[in-house]
């Protein structure tokens, strides 16, 4: 078949996907010579490798015929119960029944964009928001519509003004999406009273909200409160609950979950069967036996004592370097802190081509945002340079910026 043909069998959604402007940094984030404040990825050093090995050789010595054979569409179904029991411990109601395993969260995402969403539906979206929920509803063809955070999060305002705007211009509003725990990319918490009230705007406004909680347990300040939206909509009649494993095992591990209402799980599972007839069964063999085993507990408290002093070694070098400059989140958890420059002419896009020759990367905040703004931002991760680079790293954004 000769090239020019091929466009005309192209659907119209597989147009609508947009390249990752992260994706474009992947070659520069793993080079050494640069300090890289970039990524998203969790740290090696957490990975609990060895503990993976011994549980997957018993894993393979002992249930090989579940392990390497094909495997219920929602998943394993102890470890959907032992989800279930996590989710419980987060104040929401759920069984092993409101619950599928995704191959990662990513999948869930997509699976939810995929029932629920038709080309122009809205999609209210965080400004800023993550980049891979931002993929998989422009997969879609939805038309994603900013609402504004501020130090606590969503505004609810902005939220109500937004959800009442698209019903007037006649749009189909079908979800908020959200992370409310310190999200990526600005590592905010939305505050307790904010959760009730968009909750509350749901209900009003008659809207899904997808909610994304990847990051709840790296929680390093036991006073945050990181109780879901979900807890309080005890029949799940408004929220669909998205979690993973990623970020306090490991990320290879494609383990994510969903806990939503039944009408809703079953059209996801009916997606997911096209998509993979089922997540990968060692892997999920492999989490069952950790939660099991409950082991999970102690990993998570290792994987948040790691990330606290990284948090830290970081935001003393942003106070140091960046005082009377900037400002950031004083991040409670999660892998990120977002800068914002005071000096709003800045487009952190522009400064990128110098960084990566003075050895040092970021993410530019305009990457997050739907509506265009967020150009004097950017977004830090401190999960991947111990304290001595990262300390040189801002040290050297600091003289690109004066
Ligand atoms: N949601 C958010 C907010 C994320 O940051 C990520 C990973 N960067 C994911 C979902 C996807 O994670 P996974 O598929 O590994 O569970």
Redesign the pocket.
Known sequence: MSGPLIPEFFSADSSSFRPSAIRAFAHLINDPRIISFAG?LPSPATFPAGMIAEVAADVLRERKEVALQYGPTAGLPRLRGAISSIASARGIRCTAESVLIST????A?HLVATVLLDPGDVVLVELPA?V??LSAFYGRSAQLVGVRQDEDGIDPADLRSKAAQVRREGKRLKALYT?PNFQ?PSGRLLSAARRAEVLAIAWEERFLIIE?D??GELRFDESAVTRPIAADDPELEHVIY?G?F?KVLA?GL?C?FVVAAAPILQRVQLAKEAADLCSGMLDQCIVDEICERDLLRDQIARVRSFYEERAAALLTALETSFAGRAKWTDVRGGLFTFLTLDDESIDTRALVPRAVEAGVIFVPGSAFFVDGSGANAMRLTFAKEPDDRMREGIARLARLIS
Do not use: C, E, K, V
């Open positions: 998203g990662g969260s990513q999948q995402l993550y891979g929920g992370i990526n994304d990847p990051y998205l993973s990623s990320p494609r994510g």
